[in-house]
């Protein structure tokens, strides 16, 4: 399984920007997909995921309300709207897939991994 993520790009604040993760190779029915970001000298972390067959989604808390993730089965495609951007915002992005179930939201319960795109939030 090969994830491409696109959709990063430069937003002042206040602004919006829509990522999207492509999935290619075997046949893509993962239990969840997620999405994390990584800020300069931070540690990765989680921002939301969904359940590829339910829909049921799930978001750090410091992006509820602003954040969406959806996805599109027919078309292997998870995205993520980002609304009412933050300069703390500013990270790569990186999307994921989790094969089976898992327990919790750390990049560990995630098996693909795709390359990261860079958002970047001025003030």
């Known amino acids: 399984v090969q994830l491409q993520a696109s959709g990063g790009g430069l937003v002042q604040a206040g602004g919006s920007l829509r990522l999207s993760c492509a999935a290619s190779?075997?046949?893509?029915?993962?239990?969840?997909m997620g999405w994390f970001r990584q800020a300069p000298g931070k540690e990765r972390e989680f921002v939301a995921s969904i359940t590829w067959k339910g829909g049921s989604t799930y978001y750090v808390d410091s992006v509820k309300g602003r954040f969406t993730i959806s996805r599109d089965n027919a078309k292997n495609t998870v995205y993520l709207q980002m609304n009412s951007l933050k300069p703390e915002d500013t990270a790569v992005y990186y999307c994921?897939?989790?094969?089976?179930?898992?327990?919790?939201?750390?990049?560990?319960?995630?098996?693909?991994w795709g390359q990261g795109t860079l958002v970047t939030v001025s003030s």
């Open positions: 190779g075997q046949t893509f029915s993962p239990y969840r």
């Open positions: 994921a897939a989790d094969k089976d179930y898992s327990i919790g939201h750390s990049a560990v319960a995630y098996d693909y």
